[in-house]
C-alpha cells in the first residue's frame, strides 16, 4: 500500500485543487492515520478576513436579485460535480479525517442529498398569507436573504456539515464564508473547488459567493465578531458555542448553534435485542465515536443489563480497527493525542466513580506510532456521575442500569446536552412515551434504530447546551432568511387596526 501521503496529490488534482493552495502555508496538515504530513496549507491574516467578508457583502448585493429557481441552478450543478467527485472526495475525507471509507462517501452522499433538497426548495420558500381585520387590506410575509453567512465547522463532518448550510443558504440569496476545522482545511479546499467548476458551468455567479477563510480561533473570532455577518452557523463544542453565541447576541446578528450532544438510547425488557445490539454498536463506535450524534450512553433495564453487555463485549472484541482506507476496517483512528488523552481521563475518571472498563486502550502502536487507534470502550457505570455527563469525543460507551421506566427517562434527559436519543422497544405504551412531551427531550428522538446517521431530510439539531439550532431538512430554510410582514390597502379608506380612530 503506498504511503497516505501519497494518495492526496492525485486526488487533489482530480478535483482541481492547485497544489499552490495545500504548500508553503503555516498550517500543517497531518493524516490522522498515520501522522504523515499532508500538507501546509496559509492562515488568513486578520486584514484578508475583512476582504473576504466585505467581498462577500458585494457577492451577496448581486445574488439577492437572482431569481431563486435560478440560484437552485447553480446548486443543482454542486451537485452534479460532487457526484463526478464522490469517490475522490469520500477518500480525501478518509485521509484527512480518518473515517472509513464508506463513512467518507457517505459523507459526500449527504452533501449530495442536500443539494437536492435544496434545489427543490428554491421554488418552495413560501411565504403565508394572513386574514387582515381591516376592509380592502391583504396581509403577506415575504422572505428576503440575510446577507453574509458564516459557517464554522468541525473536523468530524469536515465538509457534509458546510454543505447543509452552504446550500441551503445559497439558494435562500446568501453569500458564505466558510472557516473549516483547522484539522481538516484539505477537504474544504476539495469542497471550494468542486464549488467553483459548478460556478464556472452556471456562468455569472458572483466572484465571491462562496470564500474559504482558513485559521484556528482568532480567524474564527474575527468572523463571529464582524458586523457584516448576518448570521454565524458553529459546529463544535458547548464551550466553543458559549463564546459564539453571546458575541453574535451582542450585536443582535442570529447564530445557528449545533453543539454536543451526549445521546442515550434506551433498552427495555420488549426490545429486539439483535436489532439493538446492531444498532448500538454502528451509533457509538461508528465514526470511532466522533459524532456529534454519537451514543455514549446506555440505559438498559436490569433484567437484560447483564446479557447484552455480554453481547456487546463480543461484538467489540471482534471489531476490526486500523487503516481506515482498507476494506472492511470499521474503526479508525481518533483525530489526534490531545482526543486520545482526554479519552484516557475520562476513563480513569470513570474508574475512579466506581465503573468498570473494558477496552478502551491504544493499539496498533508500532504499525502506526504516530497515530492514535484505540478499542472503544464499554464502561458499566453504578450511576450517571459527572463524567457521564459530560461529552468525551471518544468511543467510550457508559452503560446504565434502570428498573422503571419513569428513571430510565429521567436518566435520559439529565444530562446539560439534549442532540439525539433513542429507545429500543416493542412496548407501544414506552415508544409513545418516549416520543411524547414527557419523554426524551432531544432534537432527535428515535425508535429502534440508533441515535446517529440521520437523513437530510429532517431538521438536524438540539436542545440545551446543544444550543437549540436547526439545520438541514424541513424548515430550516427559514433561519438564512429574514421574514417580512406586509399589508396592503387596496381600498380607498384608511381604517386603523384595533379600531382606533384618529381624524385628521
Ligand atoms: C455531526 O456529527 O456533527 O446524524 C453531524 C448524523 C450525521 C451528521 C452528524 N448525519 O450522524
Redesign the pocket.
Known amino acids: 500500500m503506498p504511503k497516505v501521503n501519497e494518495l492526496l496529490s492525485p486526488l487533489m488534482q482530480r478535483m482541481g485543487v492547485a497544489s499552490s493552495t495545500y504548500t508553503g502555508g503555516t498550517l500543517v496538515v497531518c493524516s490522522p492515520i498515520d501522522g504523515s504530513e499532508l500538507g501546509r496549507v496559509h492562515i488568513h491574516e486578520q486584514e484578508e478576513v475583512t476582504k473576504t467578508i466585505d467581498a462577500a457583502q458585494q457577492a451577496f448585493m448581486t445574488w439577492r436579485h437572482i431569481p431563486a429557481p435560478r440560484r437552485g441552478e447553480l446548486i443543482r450543478l454542486l451537485g452534479e460535480e460532487l457526484r463526478l467527485a464522490k469517490s475522490d472526495l469520500g477518500q480525501l475525507i478518509s485521509l484527512e479525517a480518518g473515517k472509513v471509507l464508506s463513512e467518507g462517501l457517505g459523507e459526500v452522499q ?1 452533501m449530495i442529498d442536500v443539494c437536492d433538497f435544496a434545489v427543490g426548495l428554491s421554488r418552495q420558500l413560501y411565504g403565508l398569507t394572513i386574514a387582515s381585520e381591516r376592509p380592502g387590506h391583504r396581509m403577506m410575509e415575504t422572505w428576503h436573504p440575510l446577507g453574509v453567512v458564516g459557517v464554522i465547522s ?1 473536523f ?2 469536515p465538509t457534509a ?1 458546510w454543505s447543509w448550510n452552504f446550500a441551503l443558504a445559497i439558494v435562500c440569496g446568501n453569500s458564505v464564508v466558510w472557516k473549516p476545522s483547522e484539522k481538516t482545511p484539505l477537504t474544504a479546499l476539495a469542497s471550494q473547488a468542486l464549488f467553483e467548476r459548478a460556478a464556472k458551468r452556471f456562468g455569472d455567479a458572483p466572484a465571491a459567493l462562496s470564500q474559504l477563510l482558513v485559521g484556528a480561533r482568532e480567524v474564527g473570532e474575527a468572523l463571529v465578531n464582524h458586523p457584516k455577518v448576518a448570521l454565524i452557523s458553529a ?1 463544535g463544542s458547548t464551550r466553543m458555542g458559549r463564546e459564539v453565541g453571546p458575541n453574535v447576541a451582542r450585536r443582535f446578528a442570529r447564530s445557528l448553534l ?1 453543539l454536543g450532544g451526549n445521546n442515550a438510547v434506551i433498552i427495555t425488557p420488549s426490545a429486539d435485542l439483535d436489532l439493538a445490539v446492531r444498532g448500538i454498536l454502528f451509533a457509538a463506535v461508528g465514526t470511532a465515536g466522533q ?3 454519537s451514543t455514549r450512553r446506555l440505559i438498559v433495564h436490569s433484567s437484560i443489563k447483564t446479557s447484552l453487555l455480554e453481547r456487546l463485549k463480543k461484538g467489540y472484541q471482534a471489531l476490526p480497527i486500523g487503516n481506515p482506507l482498507t476494506a472492511g476496517t470499521l474503526v479508525g483512528p481518533l483525530i489526534d493525542r490531545a482526543s486520545f488523552q482526554s479519552m484516557q481521563q475520562a476513563l480513569a475518571n470513570a474508574r475512579a466513580e466506581g465503573g468498570e472498563v473494558f477496552g478502551g486502550e491504544r493499539v496498533l502502536q508500532e504499525q502506526f506510532p504516530h497515530a492514535y487507534f484505540v478499542k472503544p470502550a464499554l464502561v458499566d457505570m453504578p450511576a450517571q456521575t459527572d463524567t457521564v455527563r459530560h461529552e468525551t469525543f471518544a468511543p467510550i460507551l457508559y452503560v446504565l442500569g434502570y428498573d422503571h421506566f419513569d428513571d430510565a427517562l429521567a436518566i435520559q434527559n439529565d444530562v446539560p446536552q439534549g442532540l439525539s436519543s433513542a429507545i429500543f422497544s416493542n412496548d407501544l405504551r414506552e415508544a409513545e412515551t418516549f416520543l411524547s412531551v414527557a419523554g426524551s427531550d432531544c432534537g432527535i428522538a428515535n425508535v429502534n434504530l440508533g441515535t ?3 437523513e437530510i431530510g429532517g431538521a438536524f439539531g438540539g436542545e440545551k447546551e446543544t444550543g437549540g439550532g436547526r439545520e438541514s431538512g424541513s424548515d430550516s430554510w427559514r433561519a438564512y432568511m429574514r421574514r417580512a410582514t406586509n399589508t396592503i390597502n387596496y381600498s380607498k379608506e384608511l381604517p386603523l387596526a384595533q379600531g382606533v380612530r384618529f381624524d385628521v
Open positions: 449527504e468541525a468530524n463532518f456539515v459546529t449545533e459524532r456529534c450524534t446517529s446517521g440521520a
